[in-house]
DNA sequence: CATTTCGTCAAT
DNA sequence: ATTGACCA
């Protein structure tokens, strides 16, 4: 396929040349066009000075100006605030003075020991940590208000302020249910389905929204809604505008109900729409018309882009030393190619206004949960780390437990610790996490203590640490296979507790199964042995072998594994090899030569190129 | 221009 | 398993 634009500078009007595709028929009847629909519509709803409105939801105020501190730094300034020209930079003495009636809300914090985050008048960061957990509360709410709201569209949670809706399901219902006539093909069609849609009617494009002007309108007199308006009708015109009506509702419904503000950009891919949802700020919404993406997106730096704020856009201005879209647009794709492989597609169809990423549903529980804390003053001793260890710990039980109210599977698979000083130098490790009901802060704190002795373990001397992370990832629903041995594995004697009716011949007695439901029938032919993994115990020399089948539960088994080695108690994996007898019988036993020992014991490692002496710096 | 505390994904 | 890029 010939692209006109690699002739440089020339085809300037063709550079944007699918902004009015011939619908037909079967565009409109076809279901599943996905990206390719050209009556797709998608919007970028996110909140307006979100932490900012949690804080006065929370403390019930309107209109005041407010902003929300972080330790001496503002993270959130209200748009009354805005008004008295406050930014997130200013100082907090700056912002007091420019506006003295100016309310300071210091986020909820929380030091060792605390059953919670609480707010606090004074706040101590050499004691304390920050708790966003406020504010992720109040975020599932306006999701759940979206899901509602808007049914039958796909929604995909971009951050926690932060939504993308694919609006052109519900769109091409309310289409067809208000225009009946289009799921008719007349009869005297002259390409059946494959004949265009008749002329769209005219509408009003109303008042609940901006709309982007579609000429350059510096030394015009006319408005904004003026100049958009002009151009002709389309059908995706209509669709924009019934996605208009949908997001507006949901938007009021959401500051009505739970008092926070919102803005959305509505347009035909997710870019698009997140670039014009801050074309008017706060308690608004904007439609980006096709006909108005030239010049909306030419002027434009391109580094403003979602994905083009980073390295990538700083190389590609760099290189060209430019940095609007329209200096871009004569670069020929095979230029981009050579200078930027995997990136050049994207990129130039980014500046022509495409975008082919889909909204993505994703799961309503985070993968990964973490707790992190910056310290002005660095850690010096390697015996100072657990005490913020267990400050992480306690802040991921809390909010584990907390998610497991609603799910009660939730498992995080690992557990990894983040340290460093300053940017760019961060170590981690991570290990399998124990697989247990109760995680309690304890049995978090000691993982992570773990976890600290490897990664500082080996330094003799004084270490420099001013950054320390704990987090869970790999966090999953599991199935039912995997709640009953969880469930199992959580009985008084696994977990430590010594119960009356112990075993008999290494088979778990019935009532401690009363909790635990079969769930897996026996396979018909046990697998050949080459095909399994075995377990063998470091103190009886006991090894297990699992079948394939077991492939899950063998994962579980991997935890059972591990919080035996972190308790140092061997009887752990016995209990762990009767679970896996009673789920599949046939797991054979094998005595003899011992096999090598796995476990999720962590292996010493050899420190790389960035060593870890240099890296923690010594002092 | 930035801090801190998040979170996701990909390369190796 | 580890590191880093990027997002808000």
Same mark, same amino acid.
């Given at each position: 396929m010939m692209i006109p634009t690699h002739q440089k500078g020339k085809n300037k009007a063709q #550079?944007? #040349? #699918?902004?009015d595709p011939v619908i037909t028929y079967r565009h409109i009847l076809q279901t599943n066009l996905g990206i390719k629909d050209p009556l797709r519509v998608v919007a970028l709803c996110d909140s307006d000075a979100f932490y900012a409105a949690c804080e006065m939801v929370r403390l019930g105020v309107t209109d005041k100006p407010l902003v929300v501190l972080q330790w001496e730094g503002i993270i959130a300034v209200n748009y009354p605030a805005r008004k008295f020209g406050i930014s997130r930079f200013h100082k907090l003495k700056d912002a007091k003075e420019r506006c003295p009636e100016l309310m300071i809300v210091h986020v909820a914090t929380y030091k060792e020991g605390d059953a919670e985050p609480g707010y606090w008048d004074n706040v101590d960061s050499r004691t304390h940590k920050v708790s966003l957990d406020y504010y992720r509360r109040e975020s599932s709410k306006v999701f759940s208000m979206f899901k509602e709201g808007l049914p039958d569209a796909e929604i995909e949670k971009a951050s926690i302020d932060e939504a993308f809706i694919d609006f052109t399901k519900p769109v091409r219902q309310a289409l067809l249910q208000r225009y009946p006539y289009l799921s008719q093909i007349p009869a005297? %069609?002259?390409?059946?389905? +494959?004949t265009p849609l008749p002329p769209p009617p005219l509408i009003d494009w109303g008042t609940d929204s901006h709309l982007i002007p579609?000429? @350059?309108? %510096? +030394? @015009?007199? @006319?408005t904004d809604e003026e100049t958009s308006q002009s151009a002709p009708l389309t059908w995706h015109d209509i669709a924009l505008r019934l996605a208009a009506e949908m997001m507006h509702k949901v938007r009021v419904d959401i500051a009505t109900q739970l008092g926070y503000t919102t803005s959305a950009g509505i347009a035909r891919n997710k870019f698009l729409a997140k670039l014009c949802a801050s074309y008017r700020k706060p308690y608004s919404q904007t439609i980006l018309r096709n006909q108005a993406i030239p010049c909306y997106l030419? =002027?434009?730096?391109?580094? &403003?882009?979602r994905f083009l704020g980073g390295k990538l856009g700083q190389a590609l201005a760099k290189e060209y030393d430019v940095s609007t879209v329209a200096d871009l647009l004569p670069v020929p794709l095979e230029e981009f190619q050579a200078k930027f492989g995997e990136s050049a597609i994207w990129v130039y169809e980014i500046l022509r206004g495409i975008d082919r990423s889909e909204v993505k549903e994703k799961s =309503?529980?985070? &993968?990964s949960m973490l707790a992190a804390k910056a310290l002005q003053k660095p850690i010096t001793k390697i015996d100072d780390g657990p005490h913020w260890i267990r400050v992480l710990a306690a802040e991921l039980s809390l909010r584990l437990n907390d998610a497991r109210k609603e799910r009660p599977n939730l498992w995080p698979k690992t557990l990894a610790l983040h340290a460093g000083h300053g940017y760019g130098t961060a170590r981690s490790k991570q290990a399998p996490f124990p697989f247990t009901k109760e995680v309690t802060v304890n049995v978090i704190a000691a993982a992570g203590g773990k976890l600290w002795k490897e990664l500082v373990g080996n330094v003799t001397g004084t270490i420099k640490v001013t950054y320390i992370s704990l987090g869970f990832t790999g966090i999953e629903a599991t199935d039912a296979s995997q709640q009953s041995i969880a469930s199992f594995l959580d009985s008084p004697a696994v977990t430590g507790v010594k119960r009356p009716n112990e075993e008999k011949n290494g088979k778990p007695s019935k009532s401690r199964h009363r909790n635990t439901q079969r769930v897996r029938s026996r396979p018909s032919s046990p697998s050949a042995d080459q095909n399994t993994t075995s377990f063998t115990c470091l103190e009886c020399h006991k090894t297990l072998s699992l079948s394939p089948k077991l492939l899950s539960t063998s994962d579980v088994l991997g935890q059972a594994y591990a919080l035996a080695a972190m308790k140092d108690e061997h009887s752990d994996f016995h209990f762990a090899e009767s679970v896996a007898r009673e789920m599949e019988p046939e797991v054979k036993e094998v005595r003899g030569p011992h096999k090598k020992v796995k476990t999720p014991k962590i292996q010493e490692k050899e420190i790389g190129p960035r060593g870890i002496e240099k890296f923690f710096n010594r002092t």
């Open positions: #550079d944007f #040349d #699918d902004l005297d %069609a002259p390409n059946g389905v +494959d579609i000429y @350059s309108n %510096a +030394d @015009s007199e @006319s030419k =002027p434009l730096e391109f580094q &403003k882009i =309503p529980v985070n &993968k």
